[in-house]
């Protein structure tokens, strides 16, 4: 018989992290998922996201009205049919991955299906959306660091990444505009952004207006995030965006993450693998998906005034496994 368990926790952040369509984040809101069977625990962690968007149910809501069929013994490929893709799911899903491979005896990355335990790989550093001279001052201060990824999405956005690629001249650039620009911005920003040596942008219509992508002339490769939530999004992806964001909260799990990077690969995209604000019982998993990306955006515990004490290896931007056994 197994047995759930749900806490919700509040990680301080550094400093406010602002993007173009929420009010600022103070916190990292989480919700923490724990799985017992046979004296043996799966741990799995998601985004509260009705802690930033009110018209979310709440998570701890979705994953109660799941509780039984968890208990029972639901499979992860029977939480795919019980619950819908989002946060909710993820954490159970990621709990339940945990539990099977503990109880299989084997590593996480084994359960995955991948070829060799997961190698350290490098993670873009996120700027928080603020004024062209506070960004360059961040960008300066971080301007070791290989790949920076910029929030956008307001009036003065290419002056924004203007003051970055002074402040920072050999970092690599990519740019998240969070569904915050119009199709005119976009057609008029892609060559000034190609100039400075952005590499790729990220989400820049809102999803409803997906369609008016067949209009650009995608110079810099354009990412889908809010328009890419499982595989289900992925045939009205093709010829609009050329890449592929996978994050866990909107996947909802390992399980249907997995699926979804091997069929956009298979499909053309190439992949990215993002994160919301969490700590590193949420990168974790997602890690065994980096392997395999072109982009990694896994900062989410730098963004933390404290991560857990068993967490992720930082060097700069630079991300280790953990060297205890945090998560699968």
Same mark, same amino acid.
């Given at each position: 018989m197994r047995t759930l368990s749900i806490?919700?926790?509040?990680?301080? *952040?550094?400093?406010?992290?602002?993007?173009?369509?929420?009010?600022?984040?103070?916190? &990292?809101?989480?919700?923490?998922?724990?799985?017992?069977?046979d004296g043996l625990t799966g741990r799995g962690e998601c985004e509260r996201?009705? !802690? %930033?968007?009110?018209?979310?149910?709440?998570?701890? =809501?979705?994953?109660?009205?799941?509780?039984? !069929?968890?208990?029972? &013994?639901?499979?992860?490929?029977?939480? *795919?049919?019980?619950?819908? !893709? &989002?946060? !909710?799911?993820?954490?159970?899903?990621?709990a339940l991955f945990d539990l099977e491979a503990q109880q299989r005896n084997q590593h996480g990355w084994q359960l995955a299906g991948l070829a060799q335990a997961p190698k350290a790989v490098t993670t873009a550093y996120t700027l928080s959306l603020d004024s062209p001279e506070n960004m360059a001052a961040v960008a300066a201060a971080n301007c070791e660091r290989p790949l920076l990824k910029l929030k956008l999405g307001r009036p003065g956005d290419v002056e924004r990444v203007a003051a970055v690629r002074a402040a920072a001249p050999d970092c690599r650039l990519m740019i998240d505009a969070n569904t915050g620009w119009s199709l005119a911005q976009l057609q008029e920003y892609l060559p000034k952004l190609a100039a400075l040596g952005v590499?790729?942008?990220?989400?820049? %219509?809102?999803?409803?207006? =997906?369609? *008016?992508?067949?209009?650009?002339?995608?110079?810099?490769?354009?990412a889908a995030d809010e328009s890419c939530l499982d595989r289900s999004s992925l045939p009205r992806l093709q010829g609009?965006?050329?890449?592929?964001?996978?994050? *866990? =909260?909107?996947? &909802?799990g390992m399980t249907e993450a997995l699926a979804l990077a091997k069929a956009a690969t298979e499909q053309g995209f190439e992949i990215m693998v993002g994160c919301m604000i969490g700590t590193s019982l949420a990168m974790t998993p997602a890690l065994l998906l980096a392997q395999q990306a072109r982009w990694v955006d896994l900062d989410g515990p730098l963004l933390l005034a404290e991560d857990r004490s068993d967490g992720l290896r930082y060097e700069g931007s630079r991300l280790h496994p953990p060297a205890t056994p945090l998560w699968g």
């Open positions: 806490k919700a926790e509040k990680w301080p *952040l550094k400093k406010p992290f602002i993007i173009s369509r929420l009010a600022p984040m103070h916190f &990292g809101e989480v919700v923490v998922v724990e799985i017992e069977q996201t009705e !802690a %930033l968007e009110a018209d979310y149910p709440p998570v701890s =809501d979705s994953i109660e009205r799941a509780r039984h !069929a968890i208990e029972q &013994g639901a499979s992860r490929s029977e939480l *795919l049919q019980l619950m819908p !893709a &989002g946060s !909710a799911r993820n954490a159970v899903d990621c590499e790729m942008i990220e989400q820049p %219509l809102p999803p409803e207006q =997906d369609h *008016l992508l067949d209009q650009v002339e995608p110079i810099i490769p354009i609009r965006y050329q890449v592929v964001n996978i994050k *866990l =909260d909107k996947t &909802g």
